[in-house]
């Protein structure tokens, strides 16, 4: 007798680990921050183009046990904006989408002179900017903790 054919959830799981453990080696690899350290791409490419970006504001420490959500950087062209979710093209072509965490806890942030500033709760974010997102990967759910408008994610 043959195997029974998996059912729609394990077909779905089938798919998600591969995917999940992609992203997860991709970004202890370095490939969404950029050398080790990652964040807003602060190299400002062309320097005659543009001044470079001041790096983005530290986060708290933690300490994160085995069971803990990895964070994972990611970039790309702002697609949608709801209040629950965030979708990011990729240069790929791929569209990534985050859930936005509830209450305004999703910070956006955009440079002002030589600093990143947050930006108020209830701002209207433009589709079609280059954004650079801190995540936390929660089992197949990627959550968007802070949003950095403008700026990229590692080497561009």
């Not at 954004?131 to 936390?136: G, I, S, Y």
Request: proline share 12%; hydrophobic share 40%; net charge neutral.
């Amino acid at each position: 007798m043959g195997a029974m054919p998996p059912s729609p959830a394990g077909k779905r799981r089938l798919l998600v680990r591969p995917v999940v453990a992609g992203l997860v080696a991709a970004a202890g690899l370095g490939v969404f921050g950029c050398g080790g350290s990652p964040g807003p791409d602060s190299s400002g490419g062309d320097r005659t183009a543009s001044p470079p970006l001041p790096p983005p504001p530290p986060t708290a420490s933690q300490s994160l046990g085995p069971d803990q959500p990895p964070v994972i950087w990611l970039g790309g062209t702002v697609v949608t904006v709801t209040a629950d979710r965030l979708e990011l093209q990729e240069g790929s072509g791929s569209i990534v989408t985050l859930l936005r965490l509830g209450q305004g806890a999703t910070a956006f942030f955009r440079v002002s002179e030589d600093r990143w500033v947050r930006l108020p709760r209830q701002v209207d974010i433009e589709t079609g900017e280059r954004a650079c997102v801190e995540t936390l990967l929660d089992g197949s759910s990627l959550l968007a903790l802070r949003v950095f408008l403008g700026a990229g994610c590692g080497p561009t």
